[in-house]
């Protein structure tokens, strides 16, 4: 913050000062210009960490002309993830991607290391870093193998991605950094060098908290959005309006989703929940192409399986197919609003090879969506 006159400020005022100048820079989410999405409410923080136990830690890289990518860290719980293993699923939306880890979590259904998202060429790095974290931990002395699961985008057209300038200690401080409450959104973590329908993609998230009804239970989604269609927001064909939709560009990508839960699902429902996430994106116009590698990680809180115990059962205490309905409604929200709260936080980035990707023009999108009867 500049100070244009050599008068004394109070602390007080230079205080409110940069408190607003701070708040000025933060972009308005949806929900802010009376942007609604389904019929469920949210949680507090409208945000994957509204799940009770959940952090997420970024680092972001901006350097130079051409380094614009991250790495994004989400931990289901505060213990030590491999030793109480979270029972979990992965689904295959379109299968053009990198993503590591996907063959034992199948085979199994747990998550034995926390989830990483980083640009496509940097898997093997955080994969690594995972490996290195996870033989640290306290309790793991004895451990001889790691299932490291790292999801990925490509981020080249923006970031110096044949450069792999994501290290293993970047990695590693978002893991040591991860936090619980909000989650910055937009040109940070592993959504720095995104490119979402033609415009500024990022880091997403949102939640859905269940009425006491239907159980109280938590659904949070956290996205790395870069790929393509023709974008809609709550119905309304904004990617046609603003000219900019599938096969009139080249648009083309990714998109990374991550749910999170306290309700007590096993694999096979955490994989139908995970299917629910996909139909989210589809609510957006992505089209999930060729070249797009779309992944769905879901994840339940509700209960962590021991990697080694006296007892030759694993009791736990699961929802009945007939009570899943509403949290498949509360992915699709939940997933379908994190992307739309990527677009709206993402600003104009110049990057690689002086690359330009502008950011979403809010202001025509809320006229569009007023003009629809979808905002106030």
């Not at 937009?186 to 939640?207: L, R």
């Not at 779309?294 to 007892?311: C, F, G, K, L, M």
Request: glycine letters at 12%; aromatic letters at 6%.
């Amino acid at each position: 913050m500049r100070v244009l006159c050599h008068c004394k400020i109070s602390s007080i005022t230079l205080f409110l000062l940069i408190t607003g100048s701070i708040m000025a820079q933060t972009p308005k989410r949806p929900r802010e210009y009376g942007i609604r999405f389904g019929v469920l409410p949210t949680g507090s923080l409208n945000a994957i960490t509204d799940v009770p136990g959940v952090r997420v830690g970024q680092i972001t890289l901006k350097q130079g002309q051409n380094i614009r990518t991250g790495v994004t860290a989400i931990l289901p719980h505060e213990k030590n993830q491999f030793q109480q293993k979270s029972l979990a699923a992965i689904y295959i939306g379109n299968g053009f991607g990198k993503l590591a880890g996907y063959s034992q979590v199948e085979e199994l259904g747990t998550l034995e290391t926390p989830i990483v998202l980083t640009n496509t060429l940097s898997v093997p790095t955080a994969a690594d870093a995972l490996i290195d974290y996870t033989l640290t931990q306290p309790g793991n002395e004895q451990v001889r193998s790691v299932n490291s699961v790292v999801g990925e985008t490509n981020d080249g057209f923006l970031n110096d991605i044949r450069g792999r300038h994501v290290t293993k200690q970047h990695v590693l401080d978002a893991l040591r950094q991860a936090k619980t409450g909000p989650v910055e959104e937009g040109n940070v973590g592993a959504g720095t060098g995104t490119v979402c329908f033609g415009f500024k993609g990022g880091i997403g998230t949102s939640s859905r908290k269940l009425p006491a009804s239907l159980n109280g239970y938590t659904v949070g989604v956290l996205v790395q959005t870069n790929f393509g269609g023709t974008l809609q927001i709550t119905g309304v064909p904004v990617g046609v309006a603003l000219g900019k939709y599938s096969f009139k560009e080249n648009l083309d990508g990714s998109c990374m989703m991550v749910v999170l839960t306290d309700a007590p699902l096993d694999a096979r429902n955490l994989k139908r929940l995970a299917k629910r996430a996909f139909m989210g994106l589809a609510r957006t116009g992505g089209i999930a192409s060729n070249g797009s590698g779309d992944y769905v990680i879901a994840v339940s809180t509700a209960y962590q399986i021991p990697h080694e115990t006296n007892s030759a059962f694993d009791e736990v205490k699961l929802l009945r197919n007939d009570n899943v309905s509403a949290l498949f409604m509360a992915a699709i929200e939940a997933t379908e609003e994190a992307i739309v709260n990527s677009l709206f936080a993402a600003q104009t980035l110049t990057g690689d090879q002086g690359h330009k990707v502008e950011q979403l023009p809010v202001d025509k999108v809320v006229d569009l969506l007023k003009k629809a009867g979808q905002a106030k």
